[in-house]
């Protein structure tokens, strides 16, 4: 484990338990799930789309192989007890098909904060998927994680992905000019954050309102 990248990740922390086996999340339509060297075909389907990879920080993938290397650098962070990546499966297909991913960007366990992102096939767009798996990858950092804070940040040229981030409970916090470097150019990003009063808040509200809609 490399403690220089994440200090005060101890081993008898949860979360240093969590990232060497990481649970499966599940939603009403999704399973989120460890990634595994038979997911590669079904990775290159979506991670090899132009428009997918458009405003992320990876290229296109150019082959199945370059889909197993992937799995593989995700699957030594699950052994090195390290942060990282969840597969994305629709349950409804019948089919263990991972149709994106979701996970944890940047970890600081000294102030209880992270980061997350993700990326989405683009057969699942408009579907609400991703806000549904945002939404349970939240309620899991928050609940098992216990952290205190959560930022996520998009290229202001994708406000699509800012549209999950607010229906997630995330407020805007801003915009930081040029702090992406990103496929030859300087990328200017929207950050987006949610602590955890707010999102219990939100939670005791909904429960409240769950509890007075009319019969």
Known sequence: MDKSLFPGLRQDTKAWRYFRHPPTLYTERLALRPLEMADAQSIYEWSSDPEVARYVLWEPHQSVWES????????????????????????????????????????????????????????????????????????????????????????????????????????KEGVLRGRVFNKGEHIDVAMWAIVRPDWRADQSGADRRTLTLPH
């Open 68 to 171: 197993r290397e992937y799995i593989r650098y995700i699957r030594g962070l699950y052994r090195r007890h390290l942060p990282s990546s969840w597969g994305i499966e629709v349950r409804d297909t019948g089919v263990r098909s991972v149709m994106g991913t979701i996970g944890i960007m940047g970890w600081n366990p000294e102030y209880r904060t992270c980061e997350i992102g993700y990326s989405l096939s683009r057969a699942c767009w408009g579907r609400g998927i991703m806000t549904e798996a945002a939404s349970r990858m939240i309620h899991f950092l928050f609940e098992d994680l216990e952290v205190y804070r959560i930022e996520a940040q998009h290229d202001v040229r994708n406000p699509a992905s800012g549209r999950v981030m607010e229906k997630c409970g995330m407020q």
